[in-house]
């Protein structure tokens, strides 16, 4: 058969090719109680789940960027994404018939205590796209402009926040965690002034909006909102709405949502909350505020602000200034903290079950649930078929993992590098000095410390040891290792990159780190320089360890 027969041809049947063809839903709008009043003004919105508010316009919207797998998973032709009437909607210019504009409101725990009404302050749902293919997805502008929720704030974000979320939530999606999408990235033609440190240093900064999506945006804070206010009916709407369209199957057709149906709800959400934490683990992200009011009740990976990826194993690490003194959101925190917030979910809830048992069993499974996610997931980067349990330890599976932290954190060694090329050894024969040039790779000290050397050399002899005994081939130990262990994330410093580059109008670094992070677990050899671990510039530099919560 000639070449060009076999070359798959692009086909857009089944795609929206023109603006008049999508179709909305406003199911959350339509079914939920609204904020009577339709201004901007700040307030506080009582006994509503929403406020109707549209985007203010922009002076010139430009479409820097968009995910063109989530544009065909959404079925939305690429010239679409080009059309600028298209643009104008991704931009907040225009909104389109179907569609019905608002800002939810919710409130949150933030840093350990109770922030009282949070809410949309910035973000601005457009409503439901309904796909060629019926499937329902929301459509929310970042940086849109000023709602009733925005406090102080100007309702803006800027590029480099804005890129870091959009970049971030396709490569997370892509490397199998649980996260919204983001399908546009677009300038706004306007500035926006931000003190970036928060030290008294306020400058303008180029303004810009994220298209983000998911099945719903709902956070545990916009529960906690109404226990914390008394008004329990408006709480077991919202709860009654989030079952019976996001968790279908704990509410059949037909049937009456009761105590029961919330307490399936509740242990769903610690289920899907450890799996995504355990995620985050296994391909060393941190997400920086695990405030109530950014934990998805879908366990979703949501919000994307003062993020940071793992460079050497530290499991103390956070890169979010704002939370420097107590650094309550670091990497080793996170199954902990996100404990502590179903807890208030659990107490948000609680009002509408009739005494607590069933909520303290969701939190208890979380526990469990974790901890048996957490092991399978380190059996998958060690090339395990299991690792047992504490009780039960008949290969000293418990202290492989302990000392391998140890060794990780006893010189800076980077965590992607490490695991990736430790894949490599499962197929190679022991060799002391060819095992430690491998790992030569992932060290950040040159020369490393005699005393680590030989504690990793110690551990590695160990690792090959427990693989001999657990008896797989290794080309398949290999395989489940590459499939476990990402060969390119979204480091610190090539977001920053990526950054500076569209800062000075040059785009092609975000498009070639968007294409590579669509396949992080393949080898890809001419972008080998995405995989390497980070310079030295980028370890002091703002924006590459160091972030805070102004974007
Ligand atoms: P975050 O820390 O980004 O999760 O935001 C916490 C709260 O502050 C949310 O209610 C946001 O909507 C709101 N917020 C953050 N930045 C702005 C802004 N520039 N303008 C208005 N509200 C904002
Ligand atoms: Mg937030």
Not at 141 to 167: C, H, N, Q
Not at 308 to 336: E, H, K, M, S, V
Request: glycine content about 8%; aromatic content about 8%; some cysteine.
């Amino acid at each position: 058969m000639p070449r060009a027969a076999v070359r798959a041809v692009p086909s857009f049947a089944g795609l929206y090719t023109r603006l008049q063809d999508l179709r909305f839903d406003d199911r959350f709008v339509r079914e939920l109680p609204a904020d009577p009043r339709e201004d901007r003004g700040r307030r506080q919105v009582l006994g509503a789940c929403h406020s109707a508010v549209t985007p203010t316009p922009v002076a010139a919207p430009r479409l820097l960027a968009y995910s063109e797998p989530l544009a065909a998973e959404l079925g939305l032709a690429p010239a679409l994404l080009h059309d600028p009437a298209f643009v104008a909607v991704l931009a907040g210019n225009a909104v389109l018939p179907g569609m019905r504009p608002f800002a939810a409101c919710y409130g949150g725990h933030q840093f350990g205590n109770w922030a009282g009404q949070l809410g949309d302050g910035r973000a601005i749902g457009l409503g439901e796209l309904v796909t060629p293919a019926g499937a329902r997805v929301e459509l929310q502008l970042k940086g849109a402009g000023p709602t009733p929720y925005s406090r102080a704030g100007d309702g803006r974000a800027v590029l480099r926040s804005s890129l870091r979320e959009f970049a971030c939530s396709e490569a997370m999606h892509h490397l199998g965690v649980p996260t919204t999408r983001a399908l546009s990235l677009v300038t706004t033609g306007e500035n926006v002034v931000r003190d970036m440190l928060y030290d008294g240093n306020p400058r303008a900064e180029p303004g810009a909006i994220v298209c983000r999506t998911a099945p719903s945006f709902l956070r545990f804070g916009n529960y906690e909102i109404f226990t914390s206010r008394g008004e329990t009916d408006t709480l077991a709407r919202l709860l009654e709405h989030t079952v019976r369209h996001h968790f279908p199957a704990l509410l059949p057709t037909g049937s009456v949502a009761d105590a029961q149906t919330w307490a399936a709800w509740f242990a769903e959400v610690c289920e899907r909350t450890a799996a995504m934490v355990v995620h985050w683990m296994r391909v060393g992200f941190v997400h920086g505020v695990m405030n109530t009011d950014n934990m998805s009740v879908l366990g979703l990976t949501i919000d994307y602000g003062p993020y940071g990826w793992i460079d050497d194993f530290d499991l103390d690490w956070t890169p979010n200034t704002t939370d420097a003194a107590t650094r309550r959101y670091r990497f080793g925190q996170q199954g902990q903290v996100a404990a502590w917030n179903l807890a208030r979910l659990a107490r948000a809830i609680a009002p509408l079950l009739p005494d607590t048992g069933a909520l303290e069993q969701g939190l208890s499974r979380y526990v469990q649930r974790y901890g048996e996610l957490q092991r399978r997931s380190l059996a998958d980067k060690l090339g395990l078929h299991a690792l047992v349990g504490d009780d039960d330890d008949p290969h000293g599976d418990v202290a492989l993992v302990d000392e391998l932290f140890a060794t990780l954190s006893q010189t800076p060694t980077d965590m992607t590098i490490f695991f990736r090329r430790l894949g490599a050894l499962a197929t190679a024969s022991f060799d002391a000095s060819s095992w430690l040039s491998a790992v030569q790779h992932a060290w950040y000290d040159d020369p490393v410390d005699p005393a680590a050397r030989a504690r990793m050399l110690a551990w590695l002899r160990r690792w090959h040891e427990r693989c001999a005994r657990d008896g797989d081939e290794p080309a398949r130990r290999r395989a489940r290792m590459d499939a476990a262990n990402p060969k390119y994330v979204l480091r610190n410093y090539l977001a920053q990159e990526a950054i500076d580059a569209a800062t000075a109008g040059d785009l092609s670094p975000l498009s070639t780190l968007m294409t590579v992070l669509q396949h992080p677990y393949d080898e890809q050899p001419e972008h080998e320089r995405l995989a390497a671990k980070r310079p030295e510039w980028a370890r002091t530099r703002v924006g590459c360890s160091m972030l805070s919560c102004s974007s």
